[in-house]
Structure formats: structure tokens, C-alpha cells
């Protein structure tokens, strides 16, 4: 079956503007994370949802990035005012439910480059 | 706080041969997973093997094992055999707690397979 799609691939844009990055997750799985990935670096978790549960928000570095999810589908991760150190791979990933028990399926991430 | 430590940033083996890959965490909980993840060039984050810190049985899967040492807090990876497609970043990645979903990443073992 269909994985887990992030769109776009890549997105270059320049600093002070807003992007948006897009997350489609495997169909059924009500829980979906986003984590940002810094060159040479491990995944930071950035949010997290489980159904209609209030979101996760703990790791979102600045009130600059915030993110929504339409019930257990696509989800949506928004960077305002973009700043040159918010250049890295996004990778957002979903599984069956919220718990370490059951696998997260990543997508293939969205490379932001700020200029 | 928990913690992911992989000291070792980048390793190379031959083709057929044997390697290992260490990782060592920290974590208050008596309650987590533990995870090596393979990050090839396409970017896609492949889950490789998963250990659940209750079990002491070492997992395995095909090719990849693991040494839990639940005591010394060390959760190392062993590749047998080794192919070229598992030239990749290996990540280890820990999950724990009540948010045992919020998954603390180490920052990767760059593995090359040489022909």
C-alpha cells in the first residue's frame, strides 16, 4: 500500500517568508509526528498528534513554527518569517498509535533551504 | 532527560564481512524501546530492528542483531554479512516514559560497504 508522501520534496525560499510543508500519512494510522533533521544531526521531534487529542506541541523551537491536522489525515507543518538556521530536512512520520510499541513510517522529507 | 549517544561517526566495512555499530543511552524510565533506524541516500528513515527493554532476549532480524545490555545501558547493532545496500546513516533511538512516542535520536553512524 501507499506510504507515508510529504510534499514538496524540496523548497528553496528566501528569508522572512512563510513556507508550508505537507504530510500525507498511510491511511488508518491515527498518529502522525514531525521531526526536523539539521545536517549532520539526529531527528529532533518537533509535534506530535493522536486523533483528536490535543497535539503534542513540546518540541517546536520558536512560536514562529506551528502545525494542524485535519482528523487522521493530512497534516500540515507552517514556518513563518523563515530564518537561515530553519534550513533542514522535515521528515514526518505515522503509525498505527501513539506509543513506542508500534513503528513509525517516515516519509521521504521535505529539504528546506533558506536564503 | 534522555539521552542517545553514538560515538562512533562513520565506519566502513567490506562487503560479506562483520560489523557492529555501538550506541549507548540514558533514561530514568524501567519502561522503554529501543531502535536502530537505516537512513539510506533517499532519505527514507527504514526501521531495522526494534528491542523491547522487558526483554532480555537479544532481537533479531534476518542479517541484524542487536546486544542489549540493559545494565550498562548499551544497545549495539551487528550487521552479518554485510551487503552494499546497507551503506546508509544508522541511527539508534530511544523511547520512553509516559510520551514514549517522543523518540530522542542519536546523531548517526555514516556505515559505507566496500566491494
Known amino acids: 500500500g501507499a506510504g507515508v508522501s510529504q510534499s514538496p520534496s524540496n523548497k528553496v525560499t528566501e528569508k522572512g517568508k512563510d513556507v508550508e510543508l505537507r504530510c500525507d500519512p498511510i491511511s488508518g494510522h491515527t498518529a502522525l509526528y514531525w521531526y526536523r533533521q539539521r545536517l549532520g544531526q539526529g531527528l529532533e521531534f518537533l509535534i506530535y498528534?493522536?486523533?483528536?487529542?490535543?497535539?503534542?506541541k513540546s518540541g517546536l523551537p520558536s512560536d514562529r513554527f506551528s502545525a494542524e491536522r485535519t482528523g487522521e489525515s493530512v497534516s500540515t507543518l507552517t514556518i513563518q518569517r523563515t530564518q537561515q538556521e530553519d534550513s533542514a530536512v522535515y521528515l514526518c512520520?505515522?503509525?498505527?498509535?501513539?506509543?513506542?510499541?508500534?513503528?513509525?513510517?517516515f516519509g521521504p522529507g521535505t529539504r528546506l533551504t533558506v536564503t | 532527560a534522555q539521552t542517545v549517544t553514538q560515538s562512533q561517526p562513520e565506519m566502513s566495512v567490506q562487503e560479506a564481512e562483520t560489523v557492529t555499530l555501538s550506541c549507548t543511552y540514558d533514561?530514568?524510565?524501567?519502561?522503554?524501546?529501543l531502535f536502530w533506524y537505516k537512513q539510506p541516500p533517499s532519505r527514507q528513515m527504514i526501521l531495522v530492528i526494534r528491542q523491547e527493554a522487558y526483554k532480555q532476549q537479544n532481537a533479531t532480524e534476518n542479517r541484524f542483531s542487536v546486544n542489549f545490555q540493559k545494565a550498562a545501558k548499551s544497545f549495539s547493532l551487528k550487521i552479518s554479512d554485510s551487503q552494499l545496500g546497507d551503506t546508509a546513516m544508522y541511527f539508534c533511538?530511544?523511547?520512553?516514559?509516559?510520551?514514549?512516542?517522543?523518540?530522542?535520536f542519536g546523531k548517526g553512524t555514516l556505515l559505507t560497504v566496500n566491494p
Open positions: 512520520a505515522s503509525s498505527a498509535t501513539g506509543t513506542a510499541y508500534y513503528e513509525q513510517y
Open positions: 498528534f493522536q486523533g483528536n487529542s490535543a497535539p503534542d
Open positions: 533511538a530511544l523511547g520512553s516514559g509516559g510520551s514514549n512516542y517522543k523518540l530522542t
Open positions: 533514561t530514568s524510565e524501567n519502561n522503554y524501546y
